[in-house]
Each structure stands twice: as structure tokens, then as C-alpha cells.
């Protein structure tokens, strides 16, 4: 397959364009298009055949379901039976934004879409282009992070056709997404509502708005072996680099003086990289690649290298990386749930 490849600004949309890709989607076509969060690989919401699309494109496991991604409110009441009050409070409050709620679905939300769950995932984007798409599109677009199933999301158009070159119609590339980081998830289909995924959306802002909401043990690090998370995507492996990633912990002069034994030692054969705060870039002079990942002050900056700095690694052919650890007060919960996933759980304290 030939997939299109279009650039657009999004303070000056190209309207012919964005009406061109709304049609892909019309007739059962996959198109990938920036959000606020990641790039998405969007599809027909309504249509089961789009969805099995959208599985095959990113080789992602059929039992991991899908957002359906919404451009007004009201487009919500077609696609979810019923919508506690707490839901649309929060949805009221950071709609459109990076987040994400769970319902319980209506008949006309295909069980391809949602994994044969009887609950569908909402979000309504910030992003005009992503907006102006759903509209065209009909009002309903599915849309994963549109990467291939495992590897770091996208974050750019770049990103995209690496992954995506040859097996969607088209790519809609805006530049960098501003946030980096997929949506918080929260299920409202609970006794208490429950945030399956860290995201922008912090617990706080989700609690000042809406009072308790609890994290899923299965997600967050709580639970006993062999409890599965509630949203299914959170057990693959994820965001993973091809190189093996080493998170290391502790105090700063140990867990430079660890990386530091372990670049030096391979050096030779192995090719290393570091993700590091700015303060630290030159404390790691045996590393091949050595990626400022800016400073705990502004957290948002590190979030958005996130996945880019992964990738990063891939293209230079980094055989080990090392990243210090970003546990900030605010985005940490969200940056260390993704990093820990990349790196497979292998995380070493000093
Ligand atoms: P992605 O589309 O790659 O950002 O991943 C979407 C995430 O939302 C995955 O972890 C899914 O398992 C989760 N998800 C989507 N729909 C539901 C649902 N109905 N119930 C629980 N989790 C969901
Ligand atoms: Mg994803």
C-alpha cells in the first residue's frame, strides 16, 4: 500500500487535505494524525472492519481495545449507555484534553473496537487538526498510539512513518505533540472511579475535581502476582527501545559512578547511551550517546523527550541505555510508568 504523506500546520489547516483523509475514513481507510498526547492511527470508530484494520497495521493483540476518539460533548450520549455524573464533571472540567474515561458502551460501538468488552474508552483531543478530522470523519475515530504494537509511541510525523510507512492510507504530520505522553485513563464503571493509566492529568486534578479516585493495584505496583490490569494494554510490554534499557535509582553521585562502570565497561563492542537531567550531561563521558532529557523543574520538557529520546537510541544503533530516574512531583507517576514498561521492570537501586 502507498501511504500519503501530508504536512499541515495546525494554526493554518489545510482543509482540502484534512477533508481528503475525513473520506479515507469514511470509506473504512486508516489514517494517522496528531493529537495534544501522541500521533494516533485512526479509524472508522463505528465500523468493525476498520477496527480488525487498525489491529493488523500495528500488530496489536484483538483483545486490546481501542479509544473512540470524539470532537463535541454531545457525540458521547450515541456511543455510552450511561454517564455517572462524577464522569461528566470531569469531562466538563479537561475535555478536550489528555483524558480519557471508560463507560459502558451502547450497541452501536462495535465489539472489535472495544475488545469485546462491554465498556468503551472516550476521549475528546485538544489538537484542532485532530478535531477538525473526527468531525469530517463522522464524529467517531478509533485511534491506539500509531506505532507498531510494543515499540515507543509517536511523537512526531517522522516517528510515524518509520513505524507506519506502507501499511496505513495516510499520515497527517503537525510537528512535535506538545504533551508526549498517552491520556490518563479513568474507569467510571466502578464503584469508585479508577485511574487504569497515568497521564497529564494528574490523581490530584483528578481528585480536586471529583474527590477519591483510586489507582489500579494491578497498575501501580500494589498488587500480588497474577492480577491483571483493568485496561488490558497495560500488560504487554510497551514503548520499548530496541537496545536493553537500565533504569538505575538512587542517590546522584552513585548512580553515576554505577553508569559510568557499566559504559566504561563496554565500551569497546557495545555501543551506550545515557537519558539524563541537563545538570548531568557531562558526567557521562565513556557513553557513545549522552541525551539531555532537561530538568526537574520543568517536568512537562521531560515527558515530551520521552518516547523521541527511546527512538533516538534505535536510530544510533545503541546496543545498552542507562536513564536516571525522573520521579518529579507532578508527571513522575506518568513518566516512570512508561520508562519502567520500556524497560521491561529491569530497574537497579544503588
Ligand atoms: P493506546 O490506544 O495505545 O493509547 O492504548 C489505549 C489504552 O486504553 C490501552 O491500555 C487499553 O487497554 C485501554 N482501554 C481502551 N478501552 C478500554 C476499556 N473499555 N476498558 C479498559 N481499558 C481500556
Ligand atoms: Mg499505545
Known sequence: MKTEYIKTDADNIDLQAIKKAGRIIRSGGLVAFPTETVYGLGGDALNAGSSQ??????????????????????????????????????????????????????????????????????????????????????????????????????????????????????????????????????????????????????????EDVIGTVEKDPAVFGEASEGVKPKAPGMKYRHYAPRGVLTIVSGKKADVINLINDRTAKNSSKVRTAVLCRSENTSCYPQADLVIDMGDDKNEEKIASRLYDSLRKCDEENIDEIYSEEFDTPGLGLAIMNRLIKAAGHNLIRV
Open 53 to 206: 484494520k487498525i489491529y493488523e497495521a500495528k500488530g496489536r493483540p484483538s483483545d486490546n481495545p481501542l479509544i473512540v476518539h470524539i470532537a463535541q460533548f454531545d457525540s458521547i450520549y450515541k456511543i455510552a449507555s450511561y454517564i455517572p455524573p462524577a464522569a461528566e464533571k470531569l469531562a466538563k472540567m479537561y475535555w478536550p484534553g489528555p483524558l480519557t474515561i471508560i463507560l459502558k458502551k451502547t450497541r452501536i460501538v462495535p465489539d472489535e473496537t472495544t475488545g469485546n468488552l462491554p465498556t468503551v474508552a472516550v476521549r475528546f483531543p485538544s489538537h484542532p487538526v485532530a478535531q477538525l478530522l473526527i468531525k469530517e470523519a463522522g464524529g467517531y475515530i478509533a485511534a491506539p498510539s500509531a506505532n507498531i504494537s510494543g515499540r515507543p509511541s509517536p511523537t512526531t510525523g517522522e516517528h510515524v512513518a518509520v513505524d507506519m510507512d506502507g501499511r496505513i492510507d495516510m499520515i497527517i504530520d503537525s510537528g512535535p505533540c506538545r504533551i508526549g505522553l498517552e491520556s490518563t485513563i479513568v474507569d467510571f464503571t466502578c464503584d469508585v472511579p479508577m485511574m487504569l493509566r497515568p497521564g497529564y492529568v494528574s490523581q490530584q486534578m483528578l
